[in-house]
């Protein structure tokens, strides 16, 4: 005879093994400075990206288990590339996308058994910083328009406070990776020390002289802004103490 449980209890059982699951990741923190909007993950994996492009303004983000979210990246980049050819490449946006996902996370949540670990962000950039757009999207399918900056796995909260410390949306490119550096660093409540090559990082370019606007920052030019940006956090420090 088969057991009885409550549309309640299900879903709250399929919502904590969720968060269970992208809690056991590292976090990643999406923010706007002077230049656009920057995205910064801790990631060891060369190949295996949690950042990528979407489409010419628009992209992505997320944490959790790497094989559910890219099959959410790739279906992304399909509907995107199919509706700008279809249309015109300016009907695609960012809100559209965000919501593609939200139907599809919610109706896996919704009716699978299992639902899936991710957390998911879609960010546009736009001529203006009032008119960037970041959208979050979480396992379940909910959505939440963001301004300023967010992050998600990990210990969100404990990240997002640490930002919310020393957040600019006016800041330079290295100030704004040291913030999010800083951030990510005090994830588990304990200093630890960030190197470029534990880090995937990459921008939207609001002043880029093409269509496309994302920028994937590695090799020397990571190793330069980490620099700056590590400059960045002991002279904000000092000042503080001063």
Do not use: C
Not at 24 to 30: C, E, K, N, P, T
Not at 96 to 107: D, E, F, K
Request: aromatic share 8%.
């Amino acid at each position: 005879m088969p057991f009885y449980v409550s549309p309640e209890q299900s879903m709250k059982d399929k919502a904590d093994y969720a968060r269970k699951g992208i809690a056991r990741g590292r976090s990643a923190v999406v923010l706007q400075y002077e230049g656009g909007i920057l995205f910064v993950a801790d990631n060891m994996s060369r190949t295996l990206h949690k950042i990528s492009e979407l489409y010419d303004r628009i992209a992505f983000a997320a944490v959790g288990r790497y094989n559910e979210f890219d099959n959410l990246r790739t279906m992304g980049v399909r509907f995107a590339d199919v509706r700008g050819y279809a249309y015109d490449r300016s009907d695609v946006n960012g809100r559209m996308l965000a919501n593609l996902y939200a139907q599809t996370l919610g109706t896996v949540f919704s009716e699978s058994n299992k639902p899936w670990e991710v957390e998911v962000v879609v960010a546009e950039v736009g001529d203006t910083a009032a008119t960037d757009e970041i959208y979050r999207i979480t396992f379940d399918g909910s959505v939440v328009d963001k301004h300023g900056f967010l992050a998600m796995g990990g210990s969100a909260d404990r990240v997002a406070t640490a930002i919310q410390e020393r957040f600019d949306k006016d800041a330079s490119l290295d100030r704004a990776l040291a913030t999010a550096m800083h951030a990510l660093a005090h994830e588990n409540g304990e200093q630890r020390d960030l190197e470029a090559a534990s880090m995937e990082v990459a921008v939207l370019e609001r002043a880029r002289g093409e269509h496309r606007k994302f920028r994937r920052i590695q090799g020397d030019r990571l190793n330069r802004l980490v620099e700056q940006a590590n400059g960045s956090a002991d002279g904000g420090d000092s000042d503080a103490d001063s």
